[in-house]
C-alpha cells in the first residue's frame, strides 16, 4: 500500500492505495462517489471521466499514486457549478440522455467544451466529444445541449451556483555534464536575410494552476558562453528535440513549432514567444502559448531560467523553471508523474545538446521530434520496477 495525499471535490484526504487501483475504483470503491463510471476500462469510452487539476482525465487509466496531491472533482463535485448545472437542464430538455450510462462523463466533457468554446459549432462539439461513447441517444440531443448552453453563455451572464471559472489546467521538459573544462566556443547559426516576421508581445494573463516544472544541470563552460547561446533563439530551438524555429527571430520574438508524439498520436505545437532577458543576474524569461492545429490543444508556457557560475569559474549551473497550461484534448496526456518525467527526460536531451553545441559539436540527442508516447512507456516500465524495488 502506498500513502497518497489528494483533493477529491475540495475535500482533502490521506488514504493508502494499492499501486494497481485506478482512480475509478478508488472514487467509487473508497470514496462512494459511483456517479463516475466505468464502461470499457481501457480509456476508450469516456464514461470514466473526471476532472484532475480541473482538465478531463479518463480515471480508469489513471493511478491515484500517480496522482499524489492532485485536485479530482467528479460530476458529484459539480453539483453547485453554474455551467454543469445549466448543462444539467439542457440534457434533459434536449433529450440528451436515455439509460444514463454515459452522461457523468458527458457532463463533466461539455462543461470543458462550453468553457473552452463559448462559440462552439456543431462540429467543434462533435470532434472535442468524440472520446466519449453514447450507446444511446446517437449524440443528436447531446449535441444540441451542448450547442445550447453555448449559445446561452455568448453573454457570459452566470445564473447560478459557482462562478464562472474557466477550465483551470493542469508535457514537455539534469544532466550531470562531466565538468572536464573544455574550449567554448558558440558556433553561429546564420540568420536568413529577410526582415523578422513575428512580433510577440507580453502576456500579462497568469497561468491558472498550471503544471510546474523545476530543473537543473551543468554545462562545462563559463557563464558567459552560456549566456551568449541562450541569447540566441536558433541555438536554444536547435537544442530542443523536434522544435524548430518557423520564422526569424529578432532575438526578442520567437515563432516556433514543436513536434511531439503520444504514442501513436503526433502533435504540433506552432506559436509564438517573447523573450526577455535580464543580464543585471544572468536570468531571463520566456513566455510563449501555442496550438496543435490538428487536436485545437492550446498551451501556454513560461519558461525562467537563471545561470550560476562554479567557483573556479569552469562550470555553469543552469536552472530551469517551466510552468504550463495544456487545454483540450491533448491536456489529459500531460499531467502527473509520467509528463515530469516526460519533462525531466527533455531537460536532459537539451543539456545533452547544448552541452555539445558549446563544445562546437552537433548536437548530441536531436531527433525529428520527440517520442514522448514511447518515451512514457520505458518511464513506467522504470517507475513500476522503482515501486517494487526491482529498478
Ligand atoms: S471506462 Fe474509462 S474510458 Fe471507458
Ligand atoms: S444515454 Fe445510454 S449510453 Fe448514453
Redesign the pocket.
Known amino acids: 500500500m502506498i500513502p497518497i495525499k489528494l483533493e477529491v471535490n475540495g475535500r482533502v484526504l490521506e488514504a493508502s492505495v494499492e499501486p494497481r487501483t485506478h482512480l475509478a475504483d478508488f472514487l467509487r470503491e473508497e470514496m462512494l462517489l459511483t456517479a463516475t463510471h466505468l464502461g470499457c476500462e481501457h480509456g476508450v469510452c469516456g464514461a470514466c471521466t473526471v476532472l484532475i487539476d480541473g482538465a478531463p482525465a479518463r480515471s480508469c487509466i489513471a493511478f491515484p499514486v500517480m496522482l499524489d496531491g492532485a485536485r479530482i472533482t467528479t460530476v458529484e463535485g459539480l453539483a453547485d457549478d453554474a455551467v454543469a448545472g445549466e448543462l444539467r437542464e439542457a440534457f434533459m430538455d434536449e433529450h440528451g440522455?436515455?439509460?444514463?450510462?454515459?452522461?457523468p462523463g458527458?457532463l463533466v466533457m461539455a462543461r470543458d467544451i462550453v468553457l473552452r468554446h463559448p462559440h462552439a459549432d456543431e462540429d467543434t462539439i462533435r470532434h472535442e466529444l468524440a472520446g466519449n461513447?453514447?450507446?444511446?441517444?446517437g449524440y443528436v440531443g447531446i449535441i444540441r445541449a451542448i450547442r445550447k448552453v453555448a449559445a446561452e453563455r455568448e453573454g457570459a451572464v452566470v445564473t447560478r451556483g459557482t462562478a464562472l471559472a474557466p477550465p483551470a489546467y493542469a508535457s514537455p521538459l539534469a544532466l550531470p555534464v562531466s565538468p572536464a573544462r573544455v574550449a567554448v566556443e558558440v558556433a553561429p547559426v546564420p540568420l536568413p536575410a529577410a526582415a523578422v516576421a513575428v512580433e510577440a508581445v507580453a502576456d500579462d494573463e497568469p497561468l491558472r494552476n498550471p503544471v510546474e516544472i523545476r530543473e537543473s544541470f551543468e554545462v562545462p563552460a563559463p557563464r558567459d558562453a552560456v549566456w551568449a547561446l541562450f541569447q540566441s533563439p536558433e541555438q536554444v530551438i536547435a537544442c530542443l528535440p523536434g522544435a524548430r524555429l518557423t520564422a526569424p527571430s529578432d532575438g526578442r520574438s520567437l515563432a516556433a513549432e514543436m513536434v511531439v508524439k503520444l504514442g501513436p498520436m503526433q502533435a504540433a505545437f506552432g506559436g509564438t514567444g517573447l523573450i526577455i532577458p535580464n543580464p543585471a543576474d544572468w536570468s531571463g524569461t520566456i513566455d510563449g502559448r501555442g496550438v496543435d492545429a490538428r487536436s485545437a490543444t492550446q498551451v501556454r508556457a513560461r519558461l525562467a531560467y537563471r545561470l550560476v557560475e562554479s567557483a573556479d569559474g569552469a562550470v555553469t549551473r543552469v536552472s530551469v523553471d517551466v510552468a504550463y497550461v495544456l487545454q483540450g484534448p491533448l491536456a489529459q496526456m500531460s499531467r502527473g508523474a509520467i509528463a515530469r518525467e516526460v519533462a525531466a527526460r527533455l531537460t536532459q536531451n537539451f543539456a545533452a545538446n547544448l552541452a555539445a553545441r558549446i563544445r562546437g559539436e552537433a548536437p548530441a540527442a536531436s531527433a525529428a521530434s520527440l517520442d514522448a508516447g514511447a518515451l512514457a512507456w520505458s518511464l513506467v516500465k522504470g517507475w513500476l520496477a522503482r515501486l517494487f524495488g526491482r529498478g
Open positions: 440522455l436515455q439509460c444514463g450510462f454515459c452522461t458527458m461513447l453514447c450507446r444511446c441517444t
